[in-house]
T-cell receptor, first 112, second 112 residues
Framework: QQKVQQSPESLIVPEGGMASLNCTSS?????YFWWYRQHSGKSPKMLM?????GEKEEGRFTVHLNKASLHTSLHIRDSQPSDSALYLC????????????FGKGTSLVVHP | EAAVTQSPRNKVAVTGGKVTLSCNQT?????MYWYRQDTGHGLRLIHY???????EKGDIPDGYKASRPSQENFSLILELATPSQTSVYFC???????????FGAGTRLSVL
């Protein structure tokens, strides 16, 4: 059973600041990572995904992936109070056994 | 957008009773999943299915059964509910080609 580790557990940043979240998989067969965002009382929704080494940017959000170390990070620039949420990292191995495994999440609070 | 509907949204059950959580998807996805979410544990996979008639054990299947009678419907069954099964349960559907899981709104279960 692969494990997905996220850090930090919680993070507080000021409005307009940069938030950086980390995620690592213990399974060397993992080839796909996702970042989901879950606002309080709501269901998770996919934010970004990445499977190639390097960087992917969408608006204020940037995801990095280092496949050699099985480490991905999510960076949120110009953080807004509406970004306050639980951020969940998920990973999956290739092939037909498609069952994403989630980490415990990072709770982000952006204070005005 | 893809739709996943869970029922009931809230449930209070007695210890030793039988509980059935239902999930319906209109996305025509082959894959469906049941996760539970507890503070400090993130999302943990209970059971999943690759299509009608199939069910597979996830990472924490003990005390749970699953049923997939059709492409659209996937149920989670607690034959003898225990207080440790008090949690929020999420159903999701998704296929590898779509690159994301679509989650239902969740069912909050309390076992007294």
């Amino acid at each position: 059973q692969q494990k997905v580790q996220q850090s930090p557990e919680s993070l507080i940043v000021p409005e307009g600041g940069m938030a950086s979240l980390n995620c690592t998989s213990s399974d060397r067969n993992v080839d796909y990572f996702w970042w989901y965002r879950q606002h309080s009382g709501k269901s998770p929704k996919m934010l970004m995904s990445i499977f190639s080494n390097g960087e992917k940017e969408e608006g204020r959000f940037t995801v990095h992936l280092n496949k050699a170390s099985l480490h991905t990070s999510l960076h949120i620039r110009d953080s807004q109070p509406s970004d306050s949420a639980l951020y969940l990292c998920a990973a999956s191995i290739p092939g037909g056994n498609y069952k994403p495994t989630f980490g415990k999440g990072t709770s982000l609070v952006v204070h005005p | 957008e893809a739709a996943v509907t869970q029922s009931p949204r809230n449930k209070v059950a007695v210890t030793g009773g039988k509980v059935t959580l239902s999930c319906n998807q209109t996305n025509n996805h082959n894959n469906m999943y049941w996760y539970r979410q507890d503070t400090g544990h993130g999302l943990r996979l209970i059971h999943y299915s690759y299509g009608a008639g199939s069910t597979e054990k996830g990472d924490i299947p003990d005390g749970y059964k699953a049923s997939r009678p059709s492409q659209e419907n996937f149920s989670l069954i607690l034959e003898l509910a225990t207080p440790s099964q008090t949690s929020v349960y999420f159903c999701a559907s998704g296929d590898p080609g779509e690159n994301t899981l679509y989650f239902g709104a969740g069912t909050r279960l309390s076992v007294l």
